[in-house]
């Protein structure tokens, strides 16, 4: 989206040790803080992050055409320096980093802010599919689909696959002969599950998504280290885990597996 870079100086925070503490933001303020940070990867700032958030109307935010983010004016409410605090407060549970770039710290996703966000950009996908299917639209191409990060492409995939709805079929017959043979793969095999739903038994169909899962939840190449709230160790989140996908998002385990197996049994 061009140079996002600016002479301005960042307002200065104190760095301290990532704690990976509880985020306090609701997840609504959490979703539209990545969404934002999103446009601006390596690119821009927590000030520009904070503008887009705010919705200035700054000529360069303009040009940059960052007023079409969906979380552009999210806190149109509060001051700059409240959204600040806001980003901070992700950047300090390490949802977001800063990394300089020359003498200007850019904005980048961490491992767990990537994995919130690439579930919610997936779902992003999905609900767009969803109205213009309720508006009887037919898109003119799948090019947009194209050259996207293939983690989030399969998991867009897999939200599909796991509605067992027939309706999304044309779009994917659309979608399939534009994209790389890997992601075409994958694509027929999605159109062959969703065609053949009706004939699976509940157990058949939920075996299925748990053997596609396999493919289509692809773990991060860093992983997610979490801190268990029963025993305090650090442990790594699995993607594969399906219940920690919800309808509002990603939710990361609170407990170690070993804790929530000793959960388990002891109920």
């Known amino acids: 989206m061009g140079n996002r870079k600016t002479s301005r100086k960042e307002p200065k925070r104190k760095d301290s040790p990532k704690s990976h503490m509880n985020v306090t933001l609701p997840l609504p303020e959490m979703h539209a803080i990545l969404r934002a940070a999103d446009d601006i990867i390596a690119e821009g700032g927590r000030t520009l ?12 935010l303009l040009e940059l055409g960052l007023d079409r983010n969906p979380s552009y004016g999210f806190y149109r409410d509060i001051t700059l320096e409240q959204i600040v605090e806001k980003v901070d407060e992700l950047i300090d549970a390490d949802y977001l980093r800063t990394e300089y770039s020359g003498k200007l710290p850019m904005i980048l996703f961490t491992p ?19 109205q213009w299917l309720a508006n009887g639209v037919t898109p003119v191409s799948m090019e947009y689909l194209k050259e996207r990060n293939r983690g989030m492409i399969f998991m867009f995939l897999f939200k599909i696959l796991c509605s067992g709805d027939r309706k999304y079929i044309p779009y994917l017959q659309q979608w399939e002969p534009i994209d790389f043979s890997k992601v075409q793969a994958e694509i027929r095999q999605v159109i062959e599950a969703l065609n053949g739903r009706d004939q699976l038994e509940e157990m058949q169909w939920h075996s299925l ?9 692809v773990r991060s190449r860093k992983p ?4 268990c709230k029963e025993c305090g160790d650090p442990f790594a989140f699995d993607e594969l885990l399906l219940g920690c996908y919800k309808a509002d998002g990603l939710h990361f385990p609170e407990k170690c597996s070993y804790c929530r197996q000793q959960e388990e049994q002891s109920v």
Do not use: H, N, P
């Not at 503008?51 to 360069?60: F, R, T, V």
């Not at 767990?112 to 969803?130: K, P």
């Not at 998504?209 to 939840?217: G, I, K, S, W, Y």
């Open 49 to 60: 992050l904070s503008k887009i958030l705010k919705g200035s109307k700054e000529k360069k």
């Open 112 to 130: 767990r802010g990537w994995a919130v966000e690439r579930e919610r950009r997936a779902e992003e996908f999905l609900r767009e599919w969803d």
């Open 209 to 217: 998504l748990r053997e596609r899962a396999q493919t289509l939840l």
């Open 224 to 227: 997610v280290i979490l801190v």
